[in-house]
Every structure is written in structure tokens, then in C-alpha cells.
T-cell receptor, first 117, second 116 residues
Framework: AQKITQTQPGMFVQEKEAVTLDCTYDTSDQSYGLFWYKQPSSGEMIFLIYQGSYDEQNATEGRYSLNFQKARKSANLVISASQLGDSAMYFC??????????????FGTGTRLLVSP | NAGVTQTPKFRILKIGQSMTLQCTQDMNHNYMYWYRQDPGMGLKLIYYSVGAGITDKGEVPNGYNVSRSTTEDFPLRLELAAPSQTSVYFCASSYWDKGSGANVLTFGAGSRLTVL
């Protein structure tokens, strides 16, 4: 069974600094995908970034980048130039199966990021 | 587009009561999902649907039922509420994100349910 592990319950960073949130995964599938979602205190889940297992380049989306190391089975989220609005819970997730658009995601337990002025 | 809309946002139930969490999406997505999020935990899949008339169990389906009579609506029914069902419930649907090349889940705002 697929599993996502996020070992950092909480992280602190100062505004404008970069921060890395760790995510490791376990799967026997050759084809899989990894997602990061942000959950602010208001509770909604916001999609940030995606990395497919066959993608050769690390995914980037604005200030977010995904440091994908396939051999180590890690998919860390890097947030550059942190902003106060980045304070939130961050969840790593892996798609368990996919066909024709169907996505079944397995989530990690999350990392709470606090950005200080 | 309103996206994924869930109602109610908050609800308190007594043990043994029943209720339905409503979910509707206006994006014509075939795939819809119900997740629950317990305090300090990630989301766990309760039920999902790949289209109208087709539903299937996820990881934690016990105590819940779903139906999908239309593409837009995917209600979640709790028949006999138990304290273990105290949680935040998220409905979601999938869409194809051209930028990332991924099928991405877009979530509703969540429904916080407390069973006393």
C-alpha cells in the first residue's frame, strides 16, 4: 500500500527566507504522482504543485518548487522568499491510482508552517 | 463558476441522529470524492464516484452512504451518527490542470461536524 510520511509536525521560518518541507513516500508503482496542498486557517485545501514520476525536471510554480529525488523517494516542497500569508498547514499527497482523470489521493499528516516577521 | 459548494459549514448532531452533507459542483467534472479530516491528521477517502450512478468505497466508508444521481451532486449521508464521526468533511472533484499536466482535486470549503 502506498504511504506518505511527513516527519515535521511544525516548522518556523522568518519572512523572506526559504523553507523546505519534507515528504517521503512509499510505493511499488512505477507510475505515480505527488501533490502538495496548502490549508490555511480558514480550512480550504489549495492545490500548489504537482510532480509526475516520469517528469525529468523538478516542478516549479512561482515561489514553490518540488525537490523530487526518485531514488530516495522524497518529494520535498521548497518555498522561496516566505511571506506571512504562507503560514498554514501543508499536505503532501500521492495519487494511488489514476485512469482517465480519476485521482485517488493518499495524504500525509501535514506540516504546520509559521512565518514570522 | 462557484466550484465545489458544500453545505452546511457547521453542524452539531446527537448520537444516533442522521443527516446529509450536500455537495454540488458546477464544473461538469465526472469525478467526485468525499474525504474526512480528523484533528492533526491528513485526509482520508470515504467514498468516491466516477460518474452519475457509479460510486465506490474508499478507505473509511463505514457509517456513511453516498449517491450520485446527477453529475453535479454528490451527497454524503450519515445514518446513525457516532462520536467517532466528529470530523471535518471535504467534498472534491477532479479537473485537468494544463499547467502541471495533472488531474487535480479541487476541494469545497469543508463541513465541520460534531457528534455529541
Amino acid at each position: 500500500a502506498q504511504k506518505i510520511t511527513q516527519t515535521q509536525p511544525g516548522m518556523f521560518v522568518q519572512e523572506k527566507e526559504a523553507v523546505t518541507l519534507d515528504c517521503t513516500y512509499d510505493t511499488s508503482d512505477q507510475s505515480y504522482g505527488l501533490f502538495w496542498y496548502k490549508q490555511p486557517s480558514s480550512g480550504e485545501m489549495i492545490f500548489l504543485i504537482y510532480q509526475g514520476s516520469y517528469d525529468e525536471q523538478n516542478a516549479t510554480e512561482g515561489r514553490y518548487s518540488l525537490n523530487f529525488q526518485k531514488a530516495r523517494k522524497s518529494a520535498n516542497l521548497v518555498i522561496s522568499a516566505s511571506q506571512l500569508g504562507d503560514s498554514a498547514m501543508y499536505f503532501c499527497a500521492m495519487r494511488e491510482s489514476s485512469f482517465a482523470g480519476f485521482q485517488k489521493l493518499v495524504f500525509g499528516t501535514g506540516t504546520r508552517l509559521l512565518v514570522s516577521p | 463558476n462557484a466550484g465545489v459548494t458544500q453545505t452546511p459549514k457547521f453542524r452539531i448532531l446527537k448520537i444516533g441522529q442522521s443527516m446529509t452533507l450536500q455537495c454540488t459542483q458546477d464544473m461538469n467534472h465526472n469525478y467526485m470524492y468525499w474525504y474526512r479530516q480528523d484533528p492533526g491528521m491528513g485526509l482520508k477517502l470515504i467514498y468516491y464516484s466516477v460518474g452519475a450512478g457509479i460510486t465506490d468505497k474508499g478507505e473509511v466508508p463505514n457509517g456513511y452512504n453516498v449517491s450520485r444521481s446527477t453529475t453535479e451532486d454528490f451527497p454524503l449521508r450519515l445514518e446513525l451518527a457516532a462520536p467517532s464521526q466528529t470530523s471535518v468533511y471535504f467534498c472534491a472533484s477532479s479537473y485537468w490542470d494544463k499547467g502541471s499536466g495533472a488531474n487535480v482535486l479541487t476541494f469545497g470549503a469543508g463541513s465541520r461536524l460534531t457528534v455529541l
